[in-house]
């Protein structure tokens, strides 16, 4: 059966709004402005932060490593979509691991992986991304929040992260 574009405006609307509990649009986190490289929260190993990656929003991190280490990034979902990408550079700027799919879900999505890069899913909704730090020097990590084709509102994902290095 063909909906009029009113009623599926509706239905969308009904749909979304649960989406909007947290706030429409989502309220940032303490540790922005961190969109870019540049402005990257320094993270401390071992110290756990709670940011909250929103859509077109990345969330961006900076921590030394190596040389010859295992730099550890441990994530545990908090709540909302997750519908995260993640990309991990050196300190040459070679990127280790990246998810190059626009849109949710990992179903399909082949990511950008170089040797020394490794993602691994923990349970339903946890994430560990594991780089060899061969060289000495700060390593980026960017989150993303990637969106449907036809969400409305802006999606978000609140996490705790953890960097650890061994
Ligand atoms: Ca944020
Ligand atoms: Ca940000």
């Not at 060899?132 to 509102?153: C, W």
Request: some cysteine.
């Amino acid at each position: 059966m063909v909906k009029s574009p009113t009623a599926l405006i509706v239905a969308g609307l009904a749909l979304s709004l649960p989406i909007c509990m947290g706030g429409c649009p989502r309220p940032e986190d303490a540790l922005e402005p961190n969109d870019t490289p540049e402005t990257a929260t320094r993270l401390i190993e071992g110290m756990p932060v709670e940011p909250r990656t929103v859509q077109d929003n990345p969330d961006c991190f900076v921590i030394a490593a190596g040389p010859a280490q295992t730099l550890v990034f441990t994530f545990e979902t908090l709540g909302e979509e997750d519908c995260n990408s993640f990309k991990v550079t050196g300190p040459d700027g070679a990127t280790f691991y990246e998810d190059d799919n626009n849109y949710c879900g990992r179903i399909g999505d082949i990511p950008v992986v170089q040797p020394g890069g490794q993602l691994d899913l923990v349970g339903e909704d946890g994430y560990v991304l594991t780089i060899h730090a061969e060289s000495a020097g700060d390593y980026v990590l960017t989150v993303h929040e990637r969106g449907q084709a036809d969400n409305i509102f802006d999606y978000s994902w609140r996490y705790r992260l953890t960097a650890t290095t061994k």
